[in-house]
């Protein structure tokens, strides 16, 4: 779950428009669920190493001034120092120095690993 209405809102569309292309019996897109901003409550299997593209990331997400000077001002959270971190935290789960983790939207038995980098 996310604190803002549209990120909400465009994860039910995403998902509605997964429901409509995945075929009868499996295959079609994939769709995976990614980690919490808090990094709770989140039932995650799958690692992914961002160690190569952490700053990008980081910089792009600093780009969100929006929501960063609002949860900044509102919560005193810097979403960026906290992305990092959750990134360093996910990383040291898996051996690597970051990482994102997620979860395949379909029940177990597909072959998830073939669609990743």
């Known amino acids: 779950d996310s604190y803002h209405a549209d ?15 995945r075929p009868v019996g499996g295959g079609g897109p994939a769709l995976f669920y990614m980690d919490s901003e808090a990094g709770i409550d989140y039932a995650h299997s799958i690692y992914v190493d961002i160690s190569d593209t952490i700053q990008l990331k980081l910089a792009a997400l600093a780009c969100h ?15 960026v120092a906290k992305r990092r971190e959750l990134c360093r935290l996910r990383g040291r789960e898996c051996g690597a120095e970051y990482a994102e983790c997620f979860r395949p939207a379909w029940p177990g038995g597909m072959h998830w690993r073939a669609l990743l980098p």
């Open 7 to 21: 990120h909400r809102a465009s994860g039910v569309l995403a998902q509605d428009a997964w429901a409509r292309r």
């Open 65 to 79: 001034r929006s929501q960063l000077d609002w949860i900044l001002a509102h919560d005193g959270v810097d979403l």
